[in-house]
């Protein structure tokens, strides 16, 4: 028979291990934390530790917590190595970055290897360089945006003046397409990825929208200078002038006809014919004086 004893061990037994633990919001049953432990945990003493670098030994002193890339990037002052360019052993093991001290067996005055590593070196100078192409290639479209913010207002002038009606010089639409095509061969010369090709994606986009716009504009002025050739002033004056023009006289031709048949000796007769130069036909008129 269980005696009162044993049941209340067994319910101290089941409170406590109901103390232990938690249910989380989404109903996962874990292990009840206590957090003035986490808050009060104490760090554990830092350890030293030798590395060495070629015939030279430097002496660091970590936390057996620190992850080894810590260590490395407390080795590139004294090595003159760059942290990613290092590949640091111990027990004849080359450690990861994101490996920890004390879980591999680092303790005080363990003793560590590091050397220099040729293919993290050429990684991350591929990486710089392109680094450098892509800012290079940034500020270049930043340059090319602001120039052709600067052609816009051209546009936006040359169009204003082009919709009222008015005339602007072909010269200066020339000059503007031109200066607008010269950005865009630019902007075709550079070579990126990523966001900075999206960029300049956009200012291509942009240039080509300008340029379409202005050859647009050269068209219309083109009309508009054919027809205002003669001001609209003097084209009244010559239609006026036409309207009240006396029309031109017409030619005529007089003859004379002289018969010495008919008339007697000493006397001579006159006829004369006019014709006129919009008949074809002559209907001469005689006249004779019989004596």
């Not at 913010?149 to 546009?155: I, N, P, S, T």
């Not at 000059?175 to 990825?193: A, F, P, S, W, Y």
């Amino acid at each position: 028979m269980r005696t009162r004893a044993t049941e209340l061990s067994s319910m101290d037994r089941n409170s406590g291990a109901e103390n232990e633990w938690e249910v989380r919001p989404g109903g996962m049953l874990v292990q009840k934390r206590d957090p003035d432990a986490e808050t009060n945990r104490i760090p554990p003493p830092a350890i030293r530790v030798r590395v060495k670098y070629g015939s030279v030994y430097h002496e660091i002193n970590i936390s057996p917590q620190a992850s080894f890339g810590e260590l490395k990037k407390m080795l590139s002052g004294p090595t003159g190595l760059h942290h990613e360019d290092q590949k640091v052993m111990f027990k004849d093991k080359v450690r990861e970055s994101k490996s920890y001290l004390d879980v591999v067996g680092v303790k005080d005055r363990s003793k560590l290897v590091v050397v220099e590593d040729p293919i993290s070196q050429e990684r991350r100078l591929l990486e710089m360089r392109k680094n450098a192409k892509m800012e290079k290639a940034a500020k270049a479209i930043s340059d090319i945006s602001f120039e052709v913010d600067r052609l816009a207002g051209q546009v936006s002038a040359v169009e204003s003046v082009i919709s009222k009606g008015g005339k602007v010089a072909e010269k200066t639409l020339l000059n503007v397409i031109e200066l607008l095509m010269n950005q865009l061969l630019k902007l075709d010369g550079i070579t990126v990825d990523g966001d900075v090709k999206l960029q300049r994606k956009m200012q291509v986009k942009r240039v080509q929208e300008y340029v379409e716009t202005l050859d647009a504009l050269k068209l219309k002025n083109s009309a508009s200078s054919s027809n205002s050739g003669i001001p609209p002033q003097s084209r009244r004056t010559v239609v006026a002038a036409d309207r009240h023009r006396p029309e031109p006289a017409r030619a005529t031709t007089e003859w004379e006809v002289f018969d010495s048949l008919a008339a007697p000796t000493g006397t001579t007769t006159t006829t004369k014919t006019t014709t006129t130069s919009n008949t074809n036909t002559m209907n001469p008129m005689f006249n004779w004086d019989l004596i």
